[in-house]
């Protein structure tokens, strides 16, 4: 059974970088697009983007000029950085898999609650 | 970026009930619609995948249709472990949208 979980600091100051980690267990990082979601507090689920296990990435437009996904096959995790947070960023984010064919989510992480707060 | 309407937003419904959700795309995104539940606290749960495949491990009550840009979940018989959020998510354009969300309560 595949797992994911999501690691990484609770809080962070406004203009810093946020990072997160997901570690994949129960099966191989190869193959599939390995996602970051987030659900700020009373808005919807927004993709932010993904990575494939050749380190090939796609990213929402309204991130791409402060996201950054990474991938480490040989741990078996995969990173999102986010730079220059402000409190819109504030929001439960997911790591989660996508399935190459009809790119769905298949498996996700609990979830981790970022707060961005001085 | 394809916007995605889901109705209603609520609705309150009993166990045993026959519950519709509907998602409505701003365009086109063929069958790459797929819905998911969530439960306070929790990751959301693929159910439905390319507009009308049931997911493994996923109860036969769930099913999914499309007709053009309009697409349906529909529980059969609702049971007690269904009163949750539905979303709808298209994977046809990037970035992929979710709906806002159906919240099913008793």
């Known amino acids: 059974q595949v797992q994911l979980q999501e690691s990484g600091p609770g809080l962070v100051k406004p203009s810093e970088t946020l990072s997160l980690t997901c570690t994949v267990s129960?099966?191989?990082?190869?193959?599939?697009?390995w996602s970051w979601i987030r659900h700020p507090p009373g808005k919807g689920l927004e993709c932010i983007g993904y990575?494939?296990?050749?380190?090939?990435?796609n990213y929402n437009p309204s991130l791409t000029s402060r996201a950054t996904i990474s991938v480490d096959t040989s741990k078996n995790q995969f990173s999102l950085k986010l730079r220059s947070v402000t409190a819109a960023d504030t929001a439960v984010y997911y790591c989660?898999?996508?399935?190459?064919?009809?790119?769905?989510?298949?498996?996700w992480g609990q979830g981790t609650l970022v707060t961005v707060s001085s | 970026d394809i916007q995605m309407t889901q109705s209603p937003s609520s609705l309150s419904a009993s166990v045993g009930d026959r519950v519709t959700i509907t998602c409505r795309a701003s365009?086109?995104?063929?069958?790459?619609l797929n819905w998911y539940q969530q439960k306070p606290g929790k990751a959301p749960k693929l159910l439905i995948y390319a507009a009308s495949s049931l997911q493994s491990g996923v109860p036969s009550r769930f099913s999914g249709s499309e007709s053009g840009t309009d697409f349906t979940l529909t529980i059969s018989s609702l049971q007690p472990e269904d009163f949750a959020t539905y979303y709808c998510?298209?994977?046809?354009?990037?970035?992929?949208?979710f709906g806002q969300g159906t919240k099913v309560e008793i």
């Open positions: 365009q086109s995104v063929s069958i790459f």
């Open positions: 990575i494939s296990y050749s380190g090939s990435t």
């Open positions: 998510q298209q994977s046809y354009s990037n970035p992929w949208t």
């Open positions: 989660a898999r996508a399935h190459t064919t009809g790119d769905y989510f298949d498996y």
């Open positions: 129960g099966g191989s990082i190869s193959s599939y697009y």
